[in-house]
């Protein structure tokens, strides 16, 4: 390997922006590692390539994130870049998604990366070097309706990942959050990525039916290129200081200058009530 090949972990590189994080990684000319419940349907995704390796890994099962981590070392001798990319879509009012349901996505969404990286945090602090990006999405930073589970395990992402900085950043391990908006992937497709609520209420039942088809509609239609965030990613890594937060799409540009004026406006909203609630001493 040359000095300036990375390594990376992709997980969730069986389809969709997976696969163009992977292909973009591969074109830069640095390894791969690249990880899926099906490592030959990974590889069929991918396209072979010499400096790529798949790996099985479901993201919830602890010893099989070591696992995976123990053939990356084997096979590249370190990892430079880990991507915690692996997800799904539990889309719902809260009400009518399942507490099963809720818990699954925590699963997938929040413990799985945090399975990934505890498992890849020991090779980076005994290189220390390396950088851990994780994809959250526009939901882990702005609610959105019929997102509840979804955007409770984006949100949880980011408060993790904000965190994390502090706890490895003497190592020399960098951190960055991407924050996606609606990319053409598999995120809409019913039964792969998106999984609609078990609970049927009366009150939300016409709200939920049209909302169910208004997503259906959309996929296929996302406006954001996948293989364009991918090459982003292969520039991010690259740069000496990554970006804390990497906020991608146009759409998700809007959202978050929204967002963040909305926070201001409601501080200065009750900012004399806010600031009056120290103890009176003395």
């Not at 009012?93 to 929040?110: C, G, K, L, V």
């Not at 039964?191 to 939920?208: Q, V």
């Amino acid at each position: 390997m040359s000095e300036q090949q990375q390594v990376w972990m992709v997980t969730g590189a069986g389809r969709g922006m997976g696969v163009q994080i992977a292909q973009a990684a591969l074109s830069a000319g640095h390894a791969v590692v690249a990880t899926g419940r099906d490592p030959r349907r990974v590889e069929d995704a991918i396209g072979a390539h010499e400096d790529l390796l798949t790996v099985a890994l479901d993201v919830t099962d602890a010893a099989a994130a070591e696992t995976a981590v123990g053939a990356a070392v084997d096979r590249f001798g370190r990892i430079d870049v880990l991507v915690n990319n692996a997800g799904n879509f539990y889309a719902g009012f809260f009400e009518e998604i399942s507490p099963e349901q809720f818990r699954a996505q925590m699963e997938t969404n929040f413990f799985g990366p945090l399975n990934v990286t505890r498992a890849v945090l020991p090779v980076l602090r005994k290189q220390r070097s390396g950088h851990v990006i994780t994809i959250t999405s526009a939901a882990g930073i702005i609610g959105q309706e019929f997102c509840a589970a979804y955007a409770a395990s984006k949100f949880a992402l980011e408060g993790w990942m904000e965190s994390l900085r502090y706890d490895v950043e003497p190592y020399g391990i960098s951190t960055t959050i991407v924050e996606p908006g609606f990319f053409r992937t598999e995120l809409l497709v019913e039964g792969a990525s998106s999984i609609w609520p078990e609970l049927s209420i009366e009150d939300y039942a016409d709200r939920t039916a049209q909302t169910i088809a208004a997503w259906k509609s959309m996929n296929g239609q996302q406006g954001g290129d996948p293989a364009k965030l991918g090459a982003a990613l292969v520039t991010i890594a690259a740069l000496e200081t990554p970006p804390l937060r990497f906020v991608a799409g146009a759409d998700v540009v809007e959202g978050v200058e929204q967002k963040a004026r909305l926070l201001l406006d409601q501080v200065d909203a009750h900012r004399e009530l806010s600031s009056a609630l120290s103890l009176d001493e003395g």
